[in-house]
C-alpha cells in the first residue's frame, strides 16, 4: 500500500506515453499525469456513486441536501480553475514568447506526402523560394531560387537533425494542404498550414530518434507521412551539417 | 409593427364618441394586449384569432433569424479576406485586395428597394384596419383587398426594378473586367452577396406574386393577412439586409 | 390501397414523420457502422480482403473514414435525438395536437432523405468518395487534384451539407414555432419537460449555426468551380502545379466549420440529457430537485457552445492568445455540465431505482457521459491539447461523450417510447441483455482508444506501422478494439430483433405503461389546463402517488 502511494506520489509521468526527450517535456508529462489522476478519481468515484445507488433498494423519500450538491460543484469548479491556470502557465511559456536570440532556426515544409527540413547554413539566413520553381525529381523540392545568394548554402535534408541541448525554432510552412507536425518524443505539435508560417521552439535534450508524424488528414498517403528526428551531440551535429555542406559545394561546383 | 387590428385616426373618433360609448380598451396600437377574452384559458389548444397569424409571423421570423447568420458568416468572410495576404520574397506583405468601385446605379437600386418597402407597408397596413374587417365579417364586400392590391402591385413592381438595376449594375462591373470568374476577390465578394441577395429578392417577387394572387383567391381573410403580413416581414428583413450589405460594399471596400 | 400507402409514406403527421426520421437515422446507423467495422478490421489486418472492396486502399480507408463520421454525426446524432424524437412526442408534451407547420415538417425530412441519398451515391462514382475527413479541411477540400475522391465525390459531399443543412433550418424553424406559440394553456415555462427544453435549445443552435455551414460550403463550392480564392492561399500547389492565385485563408474555413461544428455536437447531446432527465425522475419516482437550475444548465450549455469552437483550434496556426481564451471558455462549459451530472447523481443517491431497460439505457448514457465528458477538461488546456490533438484520445473522448452517449439515449427514447410507436412494448429480456452486452462493447472499444491516444498514435491512420513508426507495443491492444466492436456491433442485431419482432407479438401496452407524468401518454382531446409541473412524482410513507401534467381535478378535491 505504502509502495503504491510512494509510487504515485513520485511519478511523473505517464506510463503510456512515449519517452520523453524535450527540456518542457517533463512539465506535459507531469501535468498530464495529474490531470489523469483527478479525472480518473472523479470518473471512479462517480462509479461508485451510481453502484450505491443501484444497489439501494428502498428508497428514501428524502431530497439530496441541496448545500452538499452545491459543495461538490464547487470542489469542481476548483478543479477546473486549477487545470485552466497550471495548463495556461505552461501554454504560455511555450507559446506567447519568441525563441531566445541564439536560437537556431530549421524550416519544416509539409507537402503531399512528405517532411522536408531546410537549413539556413553558415550565413543563417534562409534563400528565397518560388512555387514556380519546385520540382522535386530535378532536386529541388522546395522552390529554392538560385539567383539568392542566401539560398546557396541552405541544406535540404528530409531527417530532422538537431543537436542535443541547443534551443532550436521551427518555421512551418505547407505547400499544397494543410499538414499536421507532430512529434511525440517532444511533446510537440502545430498544423502546417499553406500560405502562412508558423513558428515552433523547443529544446531537443535526450540525443536519439524520435518519429516525426502528420496528425491533419492530407490525402491519400497521409499515414505514410512519416519522418524521423535525429537528436544528436553538438559534436556529430557539426559534422554532420559540415558534410551536406560540402556535398552542396561539390554539386554547385560540378554544375 | 400594427398586426390584427389598426384603427386609423378616422375610426377612433367614430367609435370613441366620449361619453357613454365603449370603454376604453387596453389594446395597444400594436395589436397586442389583451381583447379580455381570455383565449389563453381555453383549453382545446386555440389561441383566439390571431394564432394564425402569429404562428407564421413566428416561423417567418425564426427563418429570417437564421437567413441573417447566414449573411453574418459572408460579412465575417468578406473581412477576414480583405485582411489576409502573404510575404512576398522580400518580406513584404502583400494583400490581393483591389477595392472595387460600386457602380452607381446601386444608390438608385437602394433608393427602390426603399421605396418598395414604404410600399409593402402601405399594402400589409389596408389589412388590418377594423373597419374594413368588420365590413368583410358582415358580408359586405371585400373593401381590404380592393385597397391593398394597387401597393402589392407597386411593390411587386418595385421589385423587379431592383433585380433589374442588380443586374445592370452586374453588367456595367462586367464591362470593367470584373467579372465573378475573374481572380479579384472584392469582386468575388459583390457578386457573392448581390447574387445571394438577389435570390432572396427572387423569393421574395414569387412571395409578392402570390400574395397579390391570395389576396383575390383566399376565402378567408385570416389567410389573406397571413400572406400579406408575412411576405412583408419577408421584404422589410431583406430591405434592411440590403441596407447594411450595400454600406459594406460601398463603404468598407 | 395505393393511396393509402402514398398518404402514410407523404404524410404531415408529426408521429408518422418522427418513425420515418427514425428510420432514416436507422438507415444511416447500419451503413456507419459497416464502415467502422471495416476500417477496424483493416486496421489489424491490413491485408484482408473485404468483401465488395478487395484490398483496401489507404483512399478506401479514408473515403470510409469520412463516410462513417459524415453518416453518424449529420444523419444519426444530428437526426435521431432531435427531429427523430421531437416529431414523435413534442407536440404532445406541450399539449398541442400538431405541429406549427406539418408540410414544412414533412418537406424537412424528404429534405433529409435527399442530403442522404446524394451523400451515399459519392460510393459508386469514380474516385470514390470525399477522403477529407468529416471536417473537409481546405486547401486538401477545395481542390480536386488533391487526392481521388477529390473531384464528384467531393462536389457531392458539399451539395449533401448543403441540403442537409436546409433540411435542418426548416426542421428547426418548424420546432421553434412550435415551442413558442403551441403550447397549451397553463403549460408555462416551468412545466415544460426538460426534453422540451432540450428542444428549444438545440432549434435555437440549429437556426445559428446551419446557416453559417451553409454560407462556409458556398464559399467552398464557389472555389472548386468558379475560381475563387476564398480558402485557397497563394502559389498554393497541387501535383506540381500551382493552383493558389489569391491570399485565400484556410483558417476561415476552420473558423466558419467549427463554429458549426461544436454547437452540432452539443445538438447531438441536449435532447438527450432532457430525456435521460425525465427518465431518472420516472424510475426513480422522484422530483427533478432543481428544476430551474437544470434546464438553466442546458441553456448555459447551448449558449457557452456558440463561443468555444476555437479549442478544435489549438495548434491549427491559431493565435495562441486566441487559444487561451478559447480554454477559458471551454472550461467554463465544463461547469453547467458538471451541475447537470452532479443533479443526476443527486436524483439517484436515494436509491429504489426500478431498472426497466429504458432506466438502464439513461444511466449508461450518465456513465459514458461522466467517463468521456471527464476528458474534456483535460483536452480543453491548450498546453495538454497540443499534445493529444488528433491522437485517438480524441477520437475516445468524443465517441463516448457524443457518440455513444447520444446513441445510448436514443435507444432508451426508442424503449421508452415504443408503445407510443406500436401499441405494444419491447422485450425487457431482450433488451437487458442488449443494454449489458452493449455496455461491454462500448467500454471495451473506447476505453482502450484513451492509451491509444497517450501513446501518441494520430487519426486517419489506415495501418499502424508507417515507415518510421510502428506502435508494435499497441497491436494487442488495437485487435482488442476491433474484437469488442465487433461484439458491439452484433449486440445491436438483438435490439434489430426487438424492436421488428416486438411490433406483432410485443406485449400489448397499457394506456400509460411507465406510470409516467408527462403528456405525450395521455389523449390531447381530453385534457384541459395545465396545472401541474412535468415532474411530480411523489414518495410516501404509504406508497407512491404521482400527479400528471393532465390531472386537474385533483388539485380541486
Known sequence: MYSALSLLLTARHVAWMPPDGSLRGPIVDRLMFWNLIAIVAAAVIAHLWLIVALIRRRSTSRNFPSPVRWGLVGVFCVMYAWMALTAQRLWAANRFTGPSLTAMHVEVVGEQFQWYFRYPGPDATFGATRPQLVNAAAGNPLGLDARDPDGKDDVVSSVLVLPAGHEVDLQLRSLDVIHGFFIPGMRLKENAVPGLVLHLHFTPEKPGTYPILCTQVCGMGHGRMQARLMVVSPADYTVWLDKRERALQQQEAGE | MPATFTRNQVEIERKDPGTGGKPPLDRRPTGGGGDGENWGDHSDGHHGPRELLIRYRLGVIFALAGDLMFFVALVSAFFVRQSTGHFDVHDNYINDWRPLAVPTILWLNTAVLILSGVTMEMARRQLFREIDVMEEWLGMGRPAVKRAAPWLGATLALGLMFLAGQWIAWVQLAHEGFRFMSTDPSSHFFYLITGIHGLHLVFGIFALAGALIGLFTLKKIEYRQVAVDCTAWYWHTMGLFWVFLFVLLEFFQ | ?557
Not at chain 3, 39 to 57: A, D, Q, T
Not at chain 3, 139 to 168: H, R, T
Not at chain 3, 329 to 337: E, G, L, W
Not at chain 3, 471 to 490: D, H, K, Q
Request: with cysteine; glycine share 12%; hydrophobic share 50%.
Open chain 3, 1 to 557: 390501397m395505393r393511396s393509402r400507402a402514398l398518404s402514410r409514406i407523404f404524410t404531415t403527421d408529426h408521429r408518422r414523420l418522427g418513425i420515418l426520421y427514425l428510420y432514416l437515422a436507422l438507415a444511416a446507423v447500419m451503413v456507419g457502422t459497416i464502415l467502422s467495422l471495416m476500417m477496424r478490421i483493416h486496421r489489424v489486418w491490413p491485408n484482408l480482403m473485404v468483401p465488395f472492396v478487395g484490398l483496401v486502399k489507404p483512399e478506401d480507408y479514408l473515403a470510409m473514414v469520412t463516410m462513417h463520421g459524415t453518416l453518424m454525426v449529420f444523419f444519426v446524432l444530428l437526426i435521431a435525438p432531435q427531429a427523430g424524437f421531437a416529431n414523435l412526442v413534442l407536440p404532445e408534451q406541450i399539449g398541442a395536437r400538431r405541429m406549427a407547420f406539418p408540410r414544412i415538417n414533412a418537406a424537412a425530412f424528404w429534405t433529409s432523405v435527399m442530403a442522404f441519398l446524394v451523400l451515399i451515391s459519392g460510393a459508386h462514382i469514380k474516385g470514390g468518395s470525399a477522403i477529407s475527413g468529416w471536417s473537409s479541411y481546405p486547401p486538401l477540400s477545395a481542390l480536386p487534384a488533391a487526392g481521388p475522391g477529390q473531384g464528384l465525390g467531393m462536389d457531392l459531399w458539399l451539395i449533401s451539407i448543403g441540403i442537409f443543412c436546409i433540411a435542418s433550418w426548416l426542421s428547426a424553424v418548424n420546432m421553434l414555432a412550435t415551442i413558442l406559440g403551441e403550447r397549451r394553456a397553463g403549460m408555462t415555462w416551468s412545466r415544460m419537460p426538460m426534453t422540451v427544453w432540450g428542444w428549444l435549445v438545440t432549434s435555437i443552435l440549429s437556426l445559428l449555426i446551419f446557416a453559417v455551414l451553409l454560407a462556409a460550403a458556398v464559399l467552398l463550392f464557389s472555389d472548386r468551380h468558379f475560381g475563387s480564392s476564398f480558402f485557397i492561399p497563394l502559389g498554393d500547389m497541387i501535383d506540381g502545379r500551382i493552383v493558389g492565385h489569391g491570399d485565400g485563408s484556410p483558417l476561415l474555413w476552420l473558423h466558419l466549420f467549427w463554429f458549426f461544428g461544436h454547437p452540432g455536437t452539443y445538438l447531438a447531446v441536449l435532447p438527450g440529457m432532457g430525456l435521460a432527465t425525465s427518465l431518472f425522475a420516472n424510475f426513480t419516482r422522484r422530483r427533478v430537485p432543481g428544476y430551474r437550475v437544470m434546464a438553466g444548465g442546458l441553456v448555459a450549455i447551448g449558449g457557452l457552445g456558440l463561443v468555444v469552437w476555437g479549442h478544435h483550434m489549438f495548434v491549427s496556426g491559431m493565435n495562441p492568445w486566441a487559444g487561451t481564451a478559447f480554454a477559458l471558455t471551454t472550461m467554463a462549459i465544463a461547469v453547467p455540465s458538471t451541475i447537470e451530472v452532479i443533479g443526476w447523481l443527486a436524483m439517484l443517491w436515494g436509491g429504489g431505482l426500478r431498472l426497466k431497460t429504458p432506466m438502464l439505457f439513461a444511466l449508461g448514457f450518465l456513465s459514458f457521459f461522466i467517463v468521456g465528458g471527464l476528458t474534456g477538461p483535460v483536452l480543453a488546456q491548450p498546453a495538454l491539447d497540443s499534445y493529444l490533438h488528433n491522437t485517438f484520445f480524441v477520437v475516445a473522448h468524443f465517441h463516448l461523450v457524443m457518440g455513444m452517449a447520444g446513441v445510448f439515449v436514443v435507444f432508451a427514447g426508442v424503449y421508452y417510447w415504443y408503445p407510443l410507436m406500436t401499441g405494444r412494448m419491447m422485450s425487457e429480456t431482450l433488451g437487458k441483455l442488449h443494454f449489458w452486452i452493449s455496455v461491454v462493447g462500448v467500454y471495451g472499444t473506447f476505453l482502450p482508444m484513451y492509451f491509444a491516444g497517450l501513446a501518441g498514435e494520430p487519426r486517419h491512420y489506415d495501418r499502424l506501422a508507417g515507415p518510421a513508426t510502428s506502435f508494435s507495443t499497441l497491436i494487442p491492444l488495437e485487435r482488442g478494439i476491433t474484437y469488442s466492436g465487433i461484439v458491439l456491433a452484433a449486440a445491436q442485431l438483438i435490439f434489430l430483433w426487438n424492436v421488428f419482432a416486438s411490433a406483432r407479438r410485443g406485449r400489448v401496452a397499457d394506456e400509460n405503461p411507465w406510470q409516467a407524468s408527462t403528456l405525450e401518454w395521455a389523449n390531447v382531446a381530453e385534457f384541459g389546463r395545465i396545472e401541474n409541473g412535468p415532474y411530480e412524482y411523489e414518495l410516501q410513507s404509504g406508497g407512491e402517488r404521482f400527479h400528471p401534467q393532465w390531472e386537474t381535478a385533483a388539485k380541486e378535491e
